[in-house]
């Protein structure tokens, strides 16, 4: 066994920090972690969130009106977060937005091919789901990720 690699720092250079614009305490709590890893690491940071489906109901995903409202709306929270970052001092800030899909699938198919994260930054959720689903985003993306994955309870 080869010990140098048990002192090899490990770095990440990015970060890919969720937003649950659902559950605003574990994405602050998220929001604050990743923004201290990012500032003490120096590296690029991702914002991104997704569209629920269940946030969408069937008047409003024939109506392309709505679906518009919904989309803003959801890229103004994120553009809050990318903004809030950055007077933090972050320099690097990504804001990523994605249409409706199971939140933790668009991660894994699109967010992680288009951002190449090392590392995942998610919050614990702290409000009971509305579905029947017992797992919530983080230890799904957890199991499937490509990356590691922290999430801050």
């Given at each position: ?14 970060i890919l ?79 990523l937005v ?14 992680i091919p ?40």
């Open positions: 066994m080869d010990y140098q690699e048990f002192n090899d720092p490990l770095v990440y250079r990015r920090l969720t937003v649950d614009e659902d559950d605003n305490e574990s994405t602050i709590k998220a929001f604050r972690f990743a923004t201290t890893m990012a500032h003490d690491y120096d590296t690029r940071l991702g914002i991104v969130s997704v569209l629920e489906s269940d946030d969408i109901n069937i008047f409003d995903s024939l109506t392309p009106a709505k679906l518009k409202e919904k989309r803003d709306e959801l890229k103004n929270v994120v553009d809050n977060y990318v903004k809030m970052a950055e007077n933090l001092g972050l320099k690097k800030v990504d804001p994605y249409d409706e899909g199971d939140v933790d699938d668009v991660i894994i198919d699109r967010a288009d951002f190449k994260p090392d590392l995942i930054v998610t919050g614990a959720d702290t409000i009971l789901p509305r579905s029947k689903i017992t797992a919530t985003i983080g230890p799904r993306l957890a199991k499937k990720a490509p990356v590691s994955v922290i999430v801050v309870r």
